[in-house]
T-cell receptor, first 113, second 110 residues
Framework: AQSVTQLDSQVPVFEEAPVELRCNYS??????LFWYVQYPNQGLQLLLK??????LVKSINGFEAEFNKSQTSFHLRKPSVHISDTAEYFC???????????FGKGTRLSVIA | DTAVSQTPKYLVTQMGNDKSIKCEQN?????MYWYKQDSKKFLKIMFS???????INETVPNRFSPKSPDKAHLNLHINSLELGDSAVYFC?????????FGEGSRLTVL
């Protein structure tokens, strides 16, 4: 069975500073990897995903994540954060195919002005 | 226009009551899910339905009974509510590995 570990439960960072949210997964088979974002009192929105192909994936709002198979990681990065990036970020994994996502415990990103 | 909609968004009730949460998706997806998010924000799959058929039932008490009248709807009925049932319940649908979530239904059991 798959599992996801998000090592940091909270990450405070100053506005315009870079940030990295860490995610490691365990699975014995090929996986799909996702980052979802949850703004306060809202549902989850897909931020970016890795299904196959290029190991570096990017979102429209400046986030990127790199799939590293040897380290079983899918860390999320942004070179310069904004106040509006304050949210809960969830890493998730799915076996290749139509299986449900398994989520990490989330990382609360707090951007400080 | 909402792709996955849940009702109600907020639900406050007493222990022992029975309540339902409804979910509808207009994306034409075959697969729908219920996830539970606890007070620590941890998200856990409860049920998965594919084309009205139950395909995943995690270790959820049988007080929770999902019902899918058609592939666009997946409702969740909860009997004999307990304090520990307080959480945010998310409905989601998918076609392939990407999930689309509803905005959640916050259940508070007093």
């Amino acid at each position: 069975a798959q599992s996801v570990t998000q090592l940091d439960s909270q990450v405070p960072v100053f506005e315009e500073a870079p940030v990295e949210l860490r995610c490691n997964y365990s699975s014995s088979v090929s996986v799909y990897l996702f980052w979802y974002v949850q703004y306060p009192n809202q549902g989850l929105q897909l931020l970016l995903k890795y299904l196959s192909g290029s190991t570096l994936v990017k979102s429209i709002n400046g986030f990127e994540a790199e799939f590293n198979k040897s380290q079983t990681s899918f860390h999320l990065r942004k070179p310069s954060v904004h106040i509006s990036d304050t949210a809960e970020y969830f890493c998730a994994v799915s076996r290749s195919g139509n299986t449900p996502l398994v989520f990490g415990k989330g990382t609360r990103l707090s951007v400080i002005a | 226009d909402t792709a996955v909609s849940q009702t109600p968004k907020y639900l406050v009730t007493q222990m022992g009551n029975d309540k339902s949460i409804k979910c509808e998706q207009n994306l034409g997806h075959d697969t729908m899910y219920w996830y539970k998010q606890d007070s620590k924000k941890f998200l856990k799959i409860m049920f998965s339905y594919n084309n009205k058929e139950l395909i995943i039932n995690e270790t959820v008490p049988n007080r929770f009974s999902p019902k899918s009248p058609d592939k666009a709807h997946l409702n969740l009925h909860i009997n004999s509510l307990e304090l520990g049932d307080s959480a945010v319940y998310f409905c989601a649908s998918s076609h392939g590995p990407k999930l689309f979530f509803g905005e959640g239904s916050r259940l508070t059991v007093l």
